[in-house]
């Protein structure tokens, strides 16, 4: 058991491979918390010893995703630390020259059944009623049977030699768990080829780097004895601090259907988030409570005050379902609490992404993305809606694309004569203000032509920003301003 006095060490250690997944984000997310509520060390360790499944592109991919949620680490690619290298396909060595040590010691053998005999084997035991899984075969070879296998020519594995009892620890989530001897049979560490698997390298780097938790998902629960057992046959070879992690292992993220996320999932990947818009701190708030909460009746909070409240001992066990509904309205309140300017600043590189800014904005650009911002704050669930919401701002006139759909149903015969009574009583206002302009349509629509509201307004949204469905109407057309305005309404004219 690690001692409780120690330094909080804690760890992230995903693969590059593939698109960062959203359970990838809450784990780490709960690591974090966890390293900052105890001012400890959050380390992150990259498991890229698969070289036939790792990718560069992926490896980007995830400092992209970290550096976008802003889960900083103490140690780790780029930082380095005490422990380093910090990439896995860096320390081939250490990990030879401990399987080394491991066999030396008989803590581990080799053994040098063909996958052939190993499930010949297996279906035998099955057909008996025994639970799968390596039976020992090579275990205690006599070295003239060990002389003839090599003599065939069979390159050997190096599996571990698990001890014959129960295997048991204190799950930090789930409580006292315990693997009977027979449901965790000896297991490989090293293919035949010299090459180390995750199951020697991932508690051998916790070892190495003293970390003292690892909090990571459900679905590692069954490999939790060997590496139990592992530390104990490292601790006696003298490889680490000799403490064993606690163990915490946090409930699947399940998607439609109640089946578990998976990476085929639109809604799994956690990049595809920054993409369309949302706020780091609003998905961060969201993935906090798939297990935990931090209050009964209270679902919107910042990483400040999760830090100060997160308690490991209460994550839920049961799984987690994710609902994007609520991941959206939980985004939407998060966008809120953004000033004008905060949210100006993030709108911008999704309007830039659209064509809708230029790489270079100007001063004046941002102070309309400004002004503009508090008309769709409340209206907007993700940062990329501003696209469509206040791309008409910035568009030339002549460039103004107006939704065929509502061309067609609002800027017909009878909607261009709606557009042309606007013109003519804007083209008369002397002071071009939100009130003065919606005086001057009230008056000239409403009362004079004396048509509904939506009746109204409707024609002149389309005609002006190009959909029906905008921000504030007088607002926008203040923010526009009297010649641009003036302009798509005689444009429409003729639509």
């Known amino acids: ?7 909080v060490r804690v760890r992230m250690a995903p693969s590059p491979t593939g698109s960062p997944h959203v359970g990838l984000v809450r784990t780490a997310l709960y690591n974090w918390a966890f390293a900052r509520h105890h001012g400890g060390t959050f380390v992150f360790r990259v498991e890229d010893t698969d070289a036939a499944r790792n990718t560069q592109h992926s490896y980007e991919s995830l ?9 900083g680490w103490d140690e780790g690619p780029g930082v380095g630390g005490p422990f380093g290298p910090y990439l896995q396909s860096e320390r081939f060595d ?5 399987a080394t040590r491991l066999l030396d ?17 297996n279906q035998r035991a099955r057909a008996e009623g025994r639970a799968p899984g390596y039976d020992g075969h090579c275990r205690d070879l006599e070295d003239q049977q060990r002389a003839s296998y090599e003599a065939e020519g069979r390159r050997p594995v190096t599996r571990f030699r698990m001890p014959e009892r129960e295997v048991g620890f204190t799950d930090l989530v789930r409580g006292q768990i315990t693997f009977r001897a027979e449901h965790v049979p000896d297991y490989v560490l090293v293919r035949a080829n010299g090459h180390p698997l995750y199951t020697l390298v991932s508690p051998l780097d916790d070892a190495l780097m003293d970390i003292t938790h690892v909090l990571r ?9 060997r590496q139990v057992a592992l530390h104990a046959a490292l601790a006696d070879i003298g490889v680490g601090s000799g403490r064993l992690p606690q163990f915490g292992h946090l409930p699947y993220v399940m998607g439609q259907g109640n089946r578990k996320l998976s990476k085929r999932d639109p809604e799994a990947n956690a990049l595809g988030y920054r993409d369309a818009g949302f706020l780091p701190e609003g998905l961060l708030n969201y993935m906090a409570l798939l297990g935990w909460s931090i209050a009964e009746d209270r679902d919107v909070f910042g990483l400040d005050e999760m830090v100060a409240a997160f308690d490991i001992t209460r994550v839920n066990p049961n799984p987690a379902r994710f609902d994007l509904k609520k991941c959206e309205a939980i985004n939407a309140a998060h966008l809120r609490m953004l000033d004008d300017d905060d949210l100006a600043q993030r709108m911008v590189p999704h309007l830039q992404a659209a064509g809708v800014l230029p790489t270079a904005v100007t001063e004046g650009q941002h102070e309309l993305l400004r ?3 508090p008309l769709v704050r409340e209206r907007m669930t993700t940062l990329g809606e501003a696209v469509d919401m206040l791309g008409f701002l910035f568009v030339d006139d002549a460039e103004l694309v107006r939704d065929a ?39 000239a629509l409403v009362e004079d032509l004396a048509l509904k509201p939506r009746n109204a307004f409707g024609p002149v949204r389309v005609a002006v920003t190009g959909r029906r469905v905008s921000p504030p109407l007088f607002e926008s057309l203040e923010l526009l301003g009297r010649e641009r305005t003036l302009a798509r309404l005689v444009s429409a004219q003729d639509s």
């Open 217 to 225: 998902g459900e679905d590692l629960l069954s490999s939790t004895p």
């Open 105 to 121: 010691s008989g803590h581990a053998y080799r053994c040098y059944c063909s996958a052939e005999e190993l499930e010949e084997r």
């Open 405 to 443: 759909g509502d061309v067609t149903k609002l800027l017909n015969e009878s909607g261009r004569g709606v557009v042309k009574a606007a013109h003519d009583a804007l083209a008369e206002l002397s002071a071009w203000t939100t009130e003065g302009v919606e005086e001057a349509l009230r008056r």
């Open 94 to 98: 250490r990990y030879a020259d401990v």
């Open 371 to 373: 002004r503009a911002a």
């Open 1 to 7: 058991m690690s001692d409780p006095g120690s330094p």
């Open 63 to 71: 400092l992209a995703l970290f550096e976008w949620l802003g889960l």
